[in-house]
C-alpha cells in the first residue's frame, strides 16, 4: 500500500475544485494531443459538410466490453517523480449496460502486493456533442472524480481532462486501444508539460472470461 495514502486516490482522483468549463477551456492545449472536441454542424452549411466531419454518433461505442473480464493490471507507483517502481494487479472487470447503450458501468476489483482496487468507472455517453465522459470512483473514498472526456475514432478511445497533482496542474490522457472481441488495453498517462510529453501510469489489459453456458442452466 502506498505510504502515502490510497494507491489510486492521489492518482485517479486527485482533488481538483474545477469545473466542466475549465476543461473547455483546455481544448486549444489538447489539440497537441491530437484531439479535439466533436463539433456540432447547423443550418444549411451542415449538409455541404464533408462526411469526415460529420461526428461520430458513438453511443454504443462501448459495446464491445459488456459481459465479465479477467483483468491484470501494471500501476506507476509515484506518476511525474521520476520514479520507475511499478506495481502489479490481478482480478476482474465487469461490465453492465444502463440505459440501452448510452451509458454503461465497469467495476474494477483487483489486487497485488500493494493492496486491493475496487473502483467504478460510470460512462455516460452525450447525444448532443457525440462525446462520452468517464467518472471514476475508488471505494476507499466514495466520490466522484472529474470525468475524462472524449471520442471513439476508429476503433481507438481518447478522453482528457485536466487535474491536479501534488498541488500543480496536470493532464490526464485515457486510452482505449486494441479492442478485439476478446481483449481490450485501457492506458492512463499525465503531462505537466500542457501535453508536449506524457508519462504513462496505468496500464490493464482485460481478457474476456467465457460464458458458462452450461452453468447458467444448471442455475435456472
Not at 466542466?20 to 452549411?45: D, E, V
Not at 451542415?46 to 461505442?61: C, I, L, S, V
Not at 521520476?82 to 458501468?105: I, Q
Amino acid at each position: 500500500m502506498d505510504p502515502n495514502g490510497d494507491p489510486v486516490k492521489r492518482q485517479i482522483l486527485p482533488r481538483a475544485s474545477r469545473r466542466l468549463s475549465r476543461l473547455i477551456g483546455m481544448c486549444a492545449g489538447l489539440a497537441i494531443a491530437g484531439w479535439s472536441p466533436a463539433q456540432s454542424t447547423h443550418g444549411s452549411s451542415a449538409a455541404k459538410a464533408p462526411e469526415e466531419n460529420t461526428p461520430h454518433e458513438g453511443q454504443h461505442d462501448f459495446d464491445f466490453e459488456i459481459g465479465r473480464w479477467k483483468t491484470h493490471l501494471r500501476r506507476l507507483l509515484h506518476p511525474l517523480t521520476g520514479s520507475t517502481t511499478w506495481v502489479e494487479y490481478d482480478g476482474t472487470t465487469t461490465v453492465r449496460e444502463v440505459w440501452g447503450g448510452r451509458a454503461n458501468l465497469a467495476e474494477l476489483d483487483v489486487r497485488g502486493p500493494a493492496g486491493r482496487i475496487e473502483g467504478a468507472s460510470w460512462r455516460l455517453y452525450n447525444p448532443q456533442s457525440h462525446q462520452w465522459s468517464l467518472n471514476f470512483s475508488n471505494s476507499s473514498v466514495g466520490t466522484l472524480g472529474p470525468p475524462t472526456i472524449g471520442t471513439f475514432k476508429d476503433g481507438r478511445g481518447e478522453f482528457y481532462d485536466q487535474e491536479e497533482l501534488n498541488g500543480r496542474p496536470i493532464l490526464v490522457r485515457f486510452i482505449v486501444s486494441d479492442i478485439t472481441p476478446t481483449s481490450a488495453r485501457f492506458e492512463q498517462a499525465f503531462s505537466s508539460d500542457g501535453g508536449q510529453s506524457w508519462e504513462v501510469n496505468w496500464i490493464a489489459t482485460d481478457t474476456r472470461i467465457a460464458r458458462d453456458t452450461n452453468k447458467e442452466r444448471s442455475e435456472r
